[in-house]
């Protein structure tokens, strides 16, 4: 494949077409055994390879889904530091585990060709893709896209870095018409032969640097899900990016634009979808009818009308949306007050659309892991919507120092002593909103682990005295 150079280089490659990627290896790897290393590691025994799968971990959960891989005769080995020897075909790899680890390091020296999971399970399908990456908004768009398809009568799925893994949902529903997948950077990683038949970027912010290390790095990963596109396939871009991406890319794609502008082929304006000069849907009323989520459904109805139902499909599945959990969802209202949970804004970014989008003054709950250094970029919007900060977590002193200028900022340390004081602070027709902008790891598992405490939380209130006064 021949790579960009502003690319990171690329592990070696097993082709660039489904049909390069050989069925029937004789032996495999699987390095981690998450939903998607089991999904993998299932999914080659029913092709009858051999199946090594590994994990550094060793935990009660593990060890449930070890006992279903080796019923269906995988060999599972738990507690590793190192890949173990063998002559192994490919490493189908967690995404997880990134290119600079050990494990990537060892399996490459030793001419291993490393493959995605969703690489993987994709090349094992028989009907259309259509991928969304982005730095944020990608798993409402994923659900909006794979609910329009199955309400215009097509078989469609969602999967990959939302939903079940790839590998999954190919084994169980080999006859879907349209796969709808999210696709990460830490995916697009060990992505070689990836294509789409539509592809959407929604955008690139700052995300994920601990790990990438520069924002050219992981912006030239996001451009790689348009590397192998051909003339039939269509790539969905916001203006600004266009050049970029298909400079970077290097795809041979039918290339249109979506978003504000307006010159993009596709605009969102007023409640409605825009294309050469017409208004072509109505998301008045829906939970889109704004410019941050209104941008996404430009996507939407861009990529509907190449998929085929067109634009009615995606109006359609707008008026029927449920929004995803974590996701500026409404959990309460007390007292006037209104308590929205939006724990999946790991970033700055998706903390100024929560802000953006939420009416009325905010009492903000934000911290946790940073995932960005440059804290600068949302002190306007604190300025202009929110009372007071309340603290959490490891990142708590670095949001004090750069945002108390600007905004109140109170360190409470956890989230419950957070959510005890913004509540006895608020009062009626503010919002009480947990949008951390930051990783959760430092505190919880996962989250939705974060997300649901903060439920939690919020229906004790008025319990225990705490936030009597709502």
Known sequence: M??????????????????????????????????????????????????????????????????????????????????????????????????????????????????????????????????????????????????????AGLRAAPAGNYGPPAARVVRAQPDLD???????????????????????????????LDRHGEMATYAALKARLFANTQRADCCLVPPPLLESVRRQSGGAG??????????????????????????????????????????AGAAVVAALSAAGPGPGAAEQAARAFEPLPHRMQPVAERGGVHFVNDSKATNLTALAAALTMTGGRVRLIAGGLLKEKDLGSVKDLLAQKVETVYLIGRAAPAM?????????????????????????DAREGETVLLSPACASFDQFTSFEERGNLFAELVAALGKNGIGKKI
């Open 254 to 295: 039918r290339w249109e634009t979506f978003g504000l502008d307006a010159a993009a082929t596709w605009q969102y304006r007023e409640g409605r979808i825009w294309h050469a000069g017409q208004a072509v849907a109505d998301l008045r009323g829906t939970r889109f009818d704004n410019p941050i989520l209104g941008q």
């Open 178 to 208: 349209w796969l709808v997948l999210e696709v990460s950077t830490f995916q697009l990683e060990t992505c070689r032969a990836f294509r789409p038949d539509i592809g959407i970027l929604l955008n690139i912010f700052p995300n994920h």
């Open 400 to 424: 004090a120092e750069a945002w108390s200028g600007v905004v109140p900022c109170r360190s409470c340390g956890t989230l419950p002593v957070a959510v005890e004081q913004a509540a006895a």
């Open 2 to 151: 021949n790579t960009p150079a502003s690319i990171p280089p690329a592990p070696s490659s097993v082709g660039r077409s489904p049909s390069a990627i050989p069925h029937g290896f004789r032996q495999a790897l699987v390095c981690g055994l998450g939903t998607s290393g089991e999904a993998a590691a299932l999914l080659l025994r029913s092709e009858g390879t051999a199946v090594v799968a590994i994990d550094r971990g060793d935990t009660p959960e593990l060890q449930t889904r070890a006992a279903a891989l080796k019923a269906a005769g995988v060999c599972v080995q738990f507690g590793l530091a190192d890949v173990p020897a063998g002559d192994f075909d490919v490493a189908v790899m967690s995404p997880s585990i990134p290119l600079h680890a050990p494990w990537a390091r060892a399996l490459q020296q030793r001419g291993i060709p490393l493959l995605a999971e969703l690489e993987f399970g994709w090349s094992r399908f028989r009907g259309r893709t259509l991928a969304v990456t982005g730095s944020n908004g990608k798993s409402t768009c994923v659900k909006w896209l794979a609910e329009a398809l199955q309400a």
